[in-house]
């Protein structure tokens, strides 16, 4: 249920939040958004129920749930033990996908101008909190799409206009509308996303390194990266099962790839040359010795 | 000179080498690789002079430099002590684009029919070590272009015409060279690309991590990651100056970014809530306070 659902297309439009539930694009019919800590989001819809939502197009910075009157005022404080919100924690953590649903509303041009509309994957960047326009702390998710998702067609041309007129009068502030603020991707991002195979491992291992033990601690959960020994694709060509990967801090997972970190067939581990420990290990959990040696043996420097 | 070259489109076409090194797409005459360990690879040229290079379009297994005779046969163990194998790890460990030229040669569909062509930027993914067909230790590297890139026009139309043989004879084997091995950016990769700030406020801490003091040793050099404070782009529209950026290794950037770890104004890191250190500093990495604040202040939970 994470990712994108069979027989939909991005861009396809729904003329009620029924649709979107009985299309399973997003399921519950009031809640923005859907999901649980435990696997994370599936998807969100963005509809200007929150005032400091902002909507760059590829960049969408989305307030988290909660604290809401019924008319739609910021009357308390939001909190990470929320469903929805612990959800896209996970979503950032495991850098999983999540579908994004645009509904009509005024003041963005990316909304449709009536309805929903499925506006394909984005992964969550950042968060934050921040006092809101309504004095009230909230919990803010960057949500940017994947690289070579179309943007829909804006609606608001206006906006175009009030540029040019900014630019001829000297002015360059820009409407915070038509910014469109650099993908992280191409900068700065960490993206290390886990596949079903990455977080069976993770979860057995609740994190721990297998390696150093560390296991790092984040507001709403904590956070290991699932790490092929023999790597997919050309030219290695490791499987993608379980005995391949091993659960790891970011740290151990950048020397396991740069060969820094070699394990032994007895489940030594050898770093920088020196015997430093021999890898944790969960009875479930039982590796592809084939996949040691490969790893190993692609750091051969004799 | 990493990076994109004014003036010159991808799928520009050059006629020799020496028009490869006027234009600034690859400066050397006769070298493979231009760079160095210092500053990373500029550019490649893919050609065909190692017999174990593979190239699937966007994705390159490309041979390092070294130990071949006149004739272009293996005769030695490569090295990482060559300047040209030393900037790809070095292009690897920072995330940086390196140039791909692809010139003219048999057995490749994604060649030119003649000359140099200039066919863009791609990222080093992953490397390793392992005997080459002529039985010496080779190092390989394996770029993938950035997403958005266009593939050339493949010219052997022939084997498309063998796939579709072996598909009818329900042989599932596809010929090397038209597997289009999936891009590791959308499943597994850390992708912490170094701008020139990052990399001035690692140099000045030799990728000691400024919280931990961690330095991750790996195979040709060391390892951290410039993590900005106040992140870029909206909503938090933080600077891009060496002010605004600590030198990390990669546990204490994940710690910091999702707030498992905040800064004081006298620079004493709490992490979990608790006091364990102070901020290293170095004199001429002077830090912008309002940063440090704004990035604490994102993390209030109050």
């Not at 960057?142 to 630019?167: C, F, I, N």
């Not at 092929?228 to 379980?242: E, F, K, S, V």
Request: net charge negative; hydrophobic share 35%; aromatic share 6%.
């Amino acid at each position: 249920m994470i990712g994108e659902v069979p027989d939909t297309q991005i861009g396809q439009e729904f003329a009620s939040r029924r649709l979107t539930h009985e299309a399973g694009i997003h399921r519950p019919l009031q809640a923005g958004i859907c999901g649980t800590k435990r696997r994370g989001a599936e998807s969100i819809v963005v509809s200007g129920g929150y005032k400091d939502d902002e909507d760059f197009g590829h960049v969408i910075v989305y307030t988290g749930h909660g604290g809401q009157d019924s008319s739609g005022n910021q009357v308390s404080d939001q909190s990470l033990d929320d469903a929805g919100n612990a959800a896209l924690i996970t979503s950032y953590l495991e850098g999983l996908p999540v579908r994004v649903v645009r509904g009509a509303h005024s003041g963005s041009q990316w909304a449709p101008a009536q309805g929903y509309r499925y506006d394909g994957l984005f992964r969550v960047t950042r968060y934050g909190s921040k006092l809101g326009i309504d004095g009230f702390l909230i919990w803010q998710f960057r949500l940017e799409s994947y690289e070579g998702t179309p943007l829909p067609e804006p609606v608001q041309q206006e906006t175009l206009a009030d540029l040019e007129e900014a630019a001829a009068s000297g002015n360059e502030l820009v409407p915070a509308g038509n910014e469109s603020p650099e993908r992280v991707s191409t900068s700065v991002q960490r993206i290390v996303r886990s596949s079903a195979v990455k977080r069976q491992v993770k979860a057995w291992h609740d994190n721990c390194c297998q390696i150093c033990a560390v296991q790092i601690e984040v507001p709403g959960g904590s956070y290991s990266e699932g790490a092929h020994m023999q790597a997919l694709g050309r030219p290695h060509n490791g499987p993608d099962i379980t005995g391949n990967v091993l659960c790891l801090c970011s740290n151990c997972h950048v020397m396991l790839d740069a060969g820094a970190i070699v394990i032994n067939d007895d489940l030594s581990v050898i770093r920088g040359g020196v015997e430093v420990g021999v890898l944790r290990t969960h009875p479930r959990h039982v590796l592809d010795m084939e996949c040691v040696r490969k790893h190993r043996e692609r750091w051969r420097q004799d």
